[in-house]
């Protein structure tokens, strides 16, 4: 008779499962729990410590730690040396095990969990059988998603073996899954040590959605989102409506959704390629978002638009009247879905933007390596603010700075914005020098820049940024200061009554 070991924390299907293999000739040996529920389903099964002669002791800490478990699994049944062992020994070959493991994850995601609750849910024996089963899976079958029951039971149904490949296929998803596991503890216990760089750093994500294509047609791409990650992302976003995210829409939507977190009064932002062509602040979303298509018409075309507030109505009749790829919002009122989703195409997205904004360490992989950065979360109130010019900001300079500064934060370096306290006006980003972005914000505000203020990611190496914001009419000017040539920078701005602000932090985003 075949023997097949059942132990899970997620009893999900596992008493049809089981009463199956009963039917197909297993018998079945169990733990616990399982045990119970498979005895209370009128599932015949033994103990393991009936194989064992050996009862769970420490708590059930150890219940399936033992040869006579660990030699059924591990023998390799093509090897005369090792089925003579298992005889001398009085050793039953298992043939299938489905295990699943402790709830840990669950376990470190409540509120109020302890390290001590949490460490006694980091399962030691699970592991331990699935990596045996899963090494020699050339002699067993090992099972630890329920997803795989139905399939396993009809390569049983249908030849009494399951076939060598599914065995490897169920072995890789046993070493993922365990692989996860052990991420995820390790991680656990490295914030709990206080370990800020580690030796060695493990991550673990679950596929979200398999696309398309990546950047261009011709790459292969997926969406991984991490477990316990930020509910307030693009990875917990629910879509309403339109086609499938393909992985600039990712990009994209990731980006706006970043920098209208950093508003706290109504806002509406754009992006396009990874870069803000707009943004806006008002008294309502649809005051918000005039402002952010006002700021730059043209290359809002295609993008897509962020806000922290509900979309309603009148907002949606404005967003209707362009193209847009993805709108992105806390919520729609029922009539703004009823003027949007007439749009077979957009993509309508919601982010529970009341979980809160939960900082997680930045990963971005280069060729043979991965870098890890905290997020930039500095904002103005975080600055050492300076005014190193003989006139200081207004009010209403100072207010449009805030909002300047805000976004700047956000585009690719070298980075310009041009605003006033409602909106921005052009935005020069990516630029190998500096001077060259502030032209390109410049030409975009045109008539605009007079009077407005003009934010920097990082300082000026020379005074020709602020000289060309002078001859546009800029009259205040917001820059993390500390060049060698300070000093050029700040005559410059006296000479032209333009006001200058220092944070003492630059702001690079490459």
Known sequence: MKRALISVSDKTGVVEFTKELVKLGFEVLSTGGTKKALEDSGVPVKGVEEI???PEILEGRVKTLHPFIHGGLLAKRNESSHLKQLEEQGIQPIDLVCVNLYPFQQTISKPDVTPENAIEN??????????????????????????????????????GEVRKETKRKLAAKVFRHTAAYDAQIAEYMTELAGEEQPERVTFTYELKQSL??????HQQAAFYKRPLGSEFSIAHATQLHGKELSYNNIHDADAALQLVKDFDEPAAVAVKHMNPCGAGIGESASDAFRKAYEADPR????????????????????LNEIFLEIVI????????????????????????????????KMLTSVEGGLLIQDQDSYTYGD????????????????????????????????????ADSNMTLGVGAGQMNRVGAAKIALEQAGERAKGAVLASDAFFPMNDTVEA???????????PGGS???????????????????TGVRHFRH
Do not use: C
């Open 52 to 54: 064992t002669g050996f």
């Open 122 to 159: 980091i399962d030691i024996g699970g592991p331990a059988m699935l990596r045996a089963s899963a090494k020699n899976h050339d002699h067993l079958t090992v099972v630890v998603d329920a997803a795989d029951y139905e399939n396993v039971l009809a390569e049983l149904r249908e030849s």
């Open 212 to 217: 398309r294509y990546g950047e261009n047609p």
């Open 299 to 318: 290359s809002i075309f295609g993008g897509i638009v962020a806000f922290n507030r509900e979309v309603d109505g009148e907002t949606a009749r404005q």
């Open 329 to 360: 919002a806390p919520a729609f009122t029922e009539e703004a879905l009823g003027i949007l989703t007439a749009k077979k195409n957009i993509r309508l997205l919601t982010i529970p933007f009341n979980r809160g904004n939960k900082r997680e």
């Open 383 to 418: 600055a050492n603010i300076t005014i190193p010019t003989k006139r200081e900001p207004t009010e209403e300079e100072l207010a449009a700075l805030k909002l300047a500064w805000k976004v700047v934060k956000h585009v690719k370096s070298n980075a310009i914005v041009v």
């Open 469 to 479: 914001a002078a001859r546009a009419g800029i009259t205040a000017i917001i820059q």
């Open 484 to 502: 060698i040539r300070d000093e050029d920078s700040i005559k410059m701005a006296d000479e032209h009554g333009i006001a200058m602000v220092f």
